[in-house]
């Protein structure tokens, strides 16, 4: 039996502000990737996420961001490497601070929203964020995109690289995903969900955006929890992988 990780982005309400329906969703994902305060999150729910993530017997992820609440995370910042490197030691470090604190280990850390494209387009944005990871634990795994260029600079500095595909998002030729300013960049329709999951843990193929079919290797699906139906979205991820007779498991815990 083949096994797969399905990892979705929780723990990014703020104040009295909710996103997501994190209680719901969780129950049926392998790894959460937890908001550390820059893009979404907050002290009080970094801690409440990590809890909920234990009592489900979830794997435990930092996804650190941006430092901007407005946009979401989602707008580029003209930064430098040095100052992308202290964000994320500076928010890995308080997420797992809240692992400790509850008897977790911190399993990955999962770059948010414009970040991971601009790590693949931008070699010393890859480098800043490895090696922010590294110096705190390199038994952290770094989940990003399947044919991720990060993957020689991750492993340069001694990690694991955990590639993931996404089911909710449309995907361009070169395996980047297609802005969600462009129509038909984010995927709702449930029965095309079930023939993309089908056809990638069948064929270990996808359709592009414009109907090319390209090669795709993964050990996550990836889903957003911010998504409109995410519980409805995950629950057919995880059927379609029980029909395909695929173990879900936390990355950590995959074998093979």
Avoid at 69 to 84: A, N, V
Avoid at 125 to 136: G, N, R, T, Y
């Amino acid at each position: 039996m083949k096994q797969l990780d399905i990892n979705c982005d929780m723990g990014e309400s703020f104040g009295r502000y909710k996103l997501g329906m994190d209680e719901e969703v969780i129950r049926l994902i392998s790894s959460a990737n937890v908001g550390c305060g820059f893009h979404g999150g907050d002290p009080h729910v970094m801690r409440k996420t990590v809890a909920l993530a234990k009592e489900n017997g979830v794997g435990v992820g930092a996804h650190p961001g941006l430092p901007d609440l407005l946009g979401f995370g989602r707008r580029k910042m003209d930064i430098t490497p040095q100052e992308l490197e202290d964000f994320f030691v500076y928010q890995i470090g308080a997420l797992r601070a809240f692992c400790d604190a509850t008897g977790v280990k911190l399993q990955h850390v999962k770059a948010h929203g414009v970040l991971s494209g601009m790590a693949e387009k931008d070699e010393k944005i890859a480098e800043a964020i490895c090696l922010a990871i590294s110096m705190l634990d390199k038994d952290i795994k770094w989940l990003t995109y399947s044919g991720t260029k990060t993957r020689p600079i991750a492993e340069s500095m001694g990690l694991q690289v955990v590639e993931e595909c996404y089911a909710d998002r449309a995907y361009n030729a070169d395996l980047s995903l297609v802005a969600r300013k462009k129509p038909g960049a984010v995927i709702k329709d449930l029965p095309e969900i079930k023939r993309r999951i089908t056809q990638l843990v069948t064929e270990g193929t996808i359709a592009t955006i414009d109907g090319k079919v390209i090669e795709m290797s993964f050990k996550s699906i990836a889903v957003h929890g911010d998504t409109p139906g995410a519980l409805d979205l995950v629950r057919e991820i995880r059927a379609t992988l029980e029909e395909n007779q695929i173990q879900i498991k936390p990355m950590s815990q995959m074998t093979g």
